[in-house]
Structures are given as structure tokens and as C-alpha cells.
DNA sequence: CAGCGTTACGGTCTACGTAAAAATA
DNA sequence: TATTTTTACGTAGACCGTAACGCTG
């Protein structure tokens, strides 16, 4: 089952099967097994050439939503053992782990919950809501915006910065507007990410109607920057990324007329009641608000 | 994993390894081995009571869900074979099946594609919806309002009838207002159905704002038509079981004031292209343009 | 011939059922 | 003590890996 939608993306058993830490017969005796089990022909092999048939295809995504949910479980099962454990998954995209704001939330963590077990991982673009909906982390530092079913407190609003080829006309300016930055691609996501989300992020219908034409497709930060160093496409990021992430090849811009940013801590709206995760809301919650008092006041 | 989604349910290791067709101490050692596997355990068991804990709760829906995809799985599967076989899976809800228009298509089907085997099954009140959507059957003779995902063909509209107990005061009359049966509770149907259309065919709320306060779950119309004649509840149906369905102790009486009801081919929008389903479309479509063009007429 | 999928074979691991034991109210 | 879950044990089937085979371009 799992094999079959590895198999559908592969398209070659041996590939396949090393991908599943397998011998290549087994994975052959594993598919004709599925295939006799449901009595209909998945894939039309001949020793040349492997595609799917019409059952094959007509069944993927079912077997793909199907290895979806057993891999749930075992997140929400990981989720469970955490909970009893007392231990807080927390996620983070980009550069938001080192920001002032998350260091100084898990601190006040950390310090109102002493026995409290933080595993901090860093997400990268193409899974971030996917680890939240699967339960792989429990809460996260993202960036708005997040589909539905995802609850966010709000943590700090700034401006968006292009990355932009260092040899690009504008590379070297002060600040452009989008207007100026209009025609170039944008580096696209894989589809297993909002599409909503990128959307925002690409600005994508910008202001004056257009739609934005996308580039290569980039798994995380890092190709992202290779992407943009390569000349093949541009990015929007978090103005914060100028300081955290400078790259050879890379230059930022200021966009001085894109819609502000807005970094979040982010949660399942289901888990919301769990003691971990409203142990860290009010951590976010208490630092917010000293922040926001001292702020006018010094 | 389907096991666990058993026992939930039974809540009694004999009773689920029973329904599972499997000896009671296989199953208790399959539990005990998902519970190892996930790492978490998900049942409290002493010999005289066995409960869900927090993470078999909360794992619960999971499981479910994880199982209802590989039975879509087979589902899918079992519907590809009979695409190549150039088979038909129709189901029917109730008395559609025995309806003129239901029969006229049947066979204007029949003589257009000598070919096409039909393999007809009756449907109940509990799974209409789930074996269209989960691919049971390929098209339904349904009655209205149908979720989103499934387009329907209207076949017929007519009057509802109030399915009331014999000794009903209003059991004996030609007719009655939704107004005079406020505050009779109704026929309740379980959970996978779903809400919307049993709350049509409740018709809740009332034309007055009230809500109608339900009575026992049935699954299918025998033992609606058994909680009626006990007096437990009543229920709304479409004229015709008047005549389809005498049953001792029900009586049927026009409920003058109702929205009528629509009874409808139905079928899954993503199969709308299928050539089995687009046969009976055309098939239904062509018995419906007869049906008018002579009714004027005769 | 070279690459790739399939079949053959020997060994291991899982999972069943029956029967006996342990645990709880 | 009675009901229900768990452990013990012997067997049948599933699955893996290595190696040999067959097919296609």
C-alpha cells in the first residue's frame, strides 16, 4: 500500500524498493500481492518500462490518503506519549528560533515549568503545516497566514524584504516597490504546502490585479537560496531573514508597499485544551504583554 | 488497527474477537501489539471492565478514519474491476427501486446496453451517503438534498407523508400541518448520515423556528416503521411508502404544508465521466424527456 | 549484452487456535 | 466462584534475502 504510492512516484522498482530499505524482489512479490489481494492490475510493467493503469491511477490517491491516515496515528500516538510525558514538541520555520521573541517565550517557558520537556526541531518550507495538522509537533513559529484549524497568537508585524540575484538591477537598492518587481518568477513550494499561505507570501495577485509567475519548486530555505543565487526566480521573506540568513549570491531589498509580515506562535484549535500547549500560550501570552508595557514605557 | 476501532466500540475483548471472526486471545495479543507498537496504551483492561484511555480516545478518530481509507481502498478497487467488466453497481434507497421512472430507466438502460451488467442493491437510511461517497455502488436512486461531491439527476417530486403510530390522534385523517405535529419527536438516524438531509426529511427546523426533538436511531425503514408502531417516535417519508410499505400499527397521512419531496439519480461528481455512469445518465435523461413530452400530450 | 522485473529456495518471524493460568469483583 | 483477560505451546502461513532466470531494447 505504502509501496504502491512509492512505486507511483518512482515508477521503477529498484528505486522503489531502495527507497523502502528493501530487497527489489520482495517489493515486486509485495505489489503483485496487493494487486492480486484487491484483484486488479496497478501497474503495466514490462521489463523496460513501469507506469500505472487506469485502476492504478484511479486508486493513488486513495492508497495516498490512506498512508496519510496510519501516519497520523502514529504522530497523534508520539503526541500522546509526549503528553503523559510531559514533553512539548515545538516547531520552528526559518529564522524565527532565533528571534528575541521566541528566545525570550521559551524562556519564560522554561522558567514557569522547570519540569517541562521541550523538543525544539526546525521546519522547513514544505512541511510547516503539515507537521501542526500531523501532529508531528504541537505548536510552532510560523508566519501568518494559517488554514483553518490552526489557531495563532500573534507574536511581532514587520516588513517583507525581496531576495533578489545579487546581479539583479534592483539588488543593490534601498527599497523597491512591487511594481518594480513585477514579471519576475517567484520561487514556487511543493504542493503538500497552502497553497493560501504561498499566495500571501508571493504576493500573489499583487495590488494591481497581475498574477505572479512562478520559478522552481524548493523544499527549504536553502534552496531557496540557491535558487535565487542561480538567477532562477526570486523570493518575499521576513525582513528578518537579511540578518539571519545572509548568502552568497543573495541580496535583500526592503518592499516598501507589501502587506507587513506577521510571525505567530500556532496550534491545533483541537489540542487547544491540552496543559502543554496552554503552558506555552500563556508563557507567549505573559511575554507579549511585559514586552508591550515596557515598550512606550523605555 | 480496525481490531482497536472494534474493541472501542464493544468495549469487550470476547465480543469484538467474536465480531472480527478471530479467538478472543488472538485478539487480546493484537491489541497488546498495536499498544507496543504505537509505544502507548490505548485500552485499560481488569477482567471486569475495559475502558479507552486518554490516548486510545484520543487515537480513536484516527484509527477510524485510517480504516474507513483502506475500505474506500477496496471500495475503489471493487469499482475499477467492474469498470473493466462493464459492470454497473446501482443502489436504491427504500422504495425508489420499485418507482415507475426507477423501473423505466432500468430498462431503457437495459436495451441500450444489451452489454452492461447491473448489479442492483437496496440501500438503508444509515448508508445511502457512505456507499456513494466510499464507491459501494456507482449511482443511487436517492431521495434529496444530497451532500456537495454528488450531483444528482431529479427523477420525480411529490408530497411527504407523516408516518405516524396507529393510535395517534391525527393517525386517521386525509391531512395535517407541520403545525399540528409540533412537538411529536422524530425517528432519529445515526451519525454517518448525514445531518442535513435527515434534517430535511425531518424538517427541522420548522417553518416556525422550532426545533424538533428527536426519538430513537434506526438504520434502516423496517425499524423506523417498528419504532412508530411501538408510538416512540414518528417519521417523515415520501408519498409513495403509502402504498410501498403497509406495515401494522403505521398509518400514512399528507403532511399539506412540507416542502415535497425530490427523488434523484445520484452519483459521485469526481465519476461524472465514467462510461458505465454516463450511460445511465443518458439513459435517465431520455426516459425523463419521454415522460414529459407525452405527459402534456396524453 | 545490459538493465530490470520475476521466479525459486531456504530460513525466520508473525499469528493463529487450543488449552491452561492469572486476575478481579 | 465465575467471568474475562493473559500466557504457553505447537503449527501454518507470510515475508525476506540471495541467487538464478526471463524478458526487452
Known sequence: MRLFVVLAEELHFGNAAQRMFI???AFSRQIRALERCLGVDL??????????TPAGQALLPEARTAVESVDRIRHVAQAQ???????????SIGAEAQQPYTRAILAELRARNPDLKLDVC???????????TQGE??????LSPMPPGIETLTLATGPRVACLPADDPLADRTSVTLAELAGRPVVDVPPECPRSWWNFWAVDPRPDGTTVRYGPVVHDVEALFLA??????????????????????????EVSDAPPATAALAWMAKNRTLPTINAIRRAASAVLQRTSASGPGG
Open 137 to 142: 509537533v504541537d505548536v510552532a513559529f510560523l
Open 43 to 52: 501497474v503495466a510493467r514490462s521489463s523496460r518500462r513501469v507506469e500505472l
Open 81 to 91: 506519549i509526549r503528553c503523559v510525558q510531559g514533553r512539548l514538541a515545538i516547531g
Open 23 to 25: 530487497s527489489q524482489p
Open 122 to 132: 526546525s521546519l522547513d518550507i514544505a512541511h510547516h503545516v503539515l507537521a501542526l
Open 228 to 253: 535565487v543565487a542561480h538567477g532562477e526566480a526570486m523570493a518575499f521573506l521576513p525582513g528578518a531573514a537579511q540578518t539571519f540568513f545572509p548568502r552568497p549570491g543573495v541580496h535583500y531589498v
